[in-house]
């Protein structure tokens, strides 16, 4: 068992994943159409990125959180270890939300189950 401690914005990012609240989307950090999301936009969301304004380009360039500067800062405020949600040992997040068809709360489970492959850092103990 890890003893991991996730931080406030990891945690809550993990907790809206598995909350119901939000639709999913594939291949884009938003999807304007449907009001879904990617869970990677969904952590852009929750941490005040306007992915409205983000440029909607390629899909698959969208798709990661070095798509503009708002978006890197959300990916280093959460430690995510890659652009791509990329796990040490895991499939990385954006291939579980758009080619796995994983669920938000699957997704959730395996930050929960692996924290440490997908977060460089949590909080201070």
């Known amino acids: 068992m890890s003893n991991f401690i996730f931080t406030k914005e990891q945690l809550e990012w993990i907790e809206a994943l598995e909350s119901g609240e939000y639709k999913q989307c594939r ?5 304007p159409k ?3 999301f ?14 409205e304004d983000v440029r909607y380009r390629d899909a698959f360039v969208d798709q ?11 990916r280093n405020k959460l430690h995510l270890r ?3 949600g990329s796990g040490i040992g895991q499939d ?9 068809g994983a669920s938000f ?3 959730a489970a395996r930050l929960r189950a692996h924290p440490e492959a997908y ?6 103990s």
């Open 64 to 74: 990661n959180l070095d798509a503009s500067i708002e978006t890197r800062g959300v």
């Open 82 to 84: 890659d652009v791509d």
């Open 92 to 100: 990385s997040l954006t291939s579980l939300n758009d080619y796995d």
């Open 34 to 36: 449907t009001d879904g």
């Open 119 to 124: 977060f460089s850092q949590g909080a201070e």
């Open 27 to 31: 291949s884009a950090l938003y999807d």
């Open 38 to 51: 990617c869970c990677l936009g969904l952590a852009c969301k929750l941490n005040g990125v306007a992915l």
């Open 105 to 107: 709360p699957t997704i």
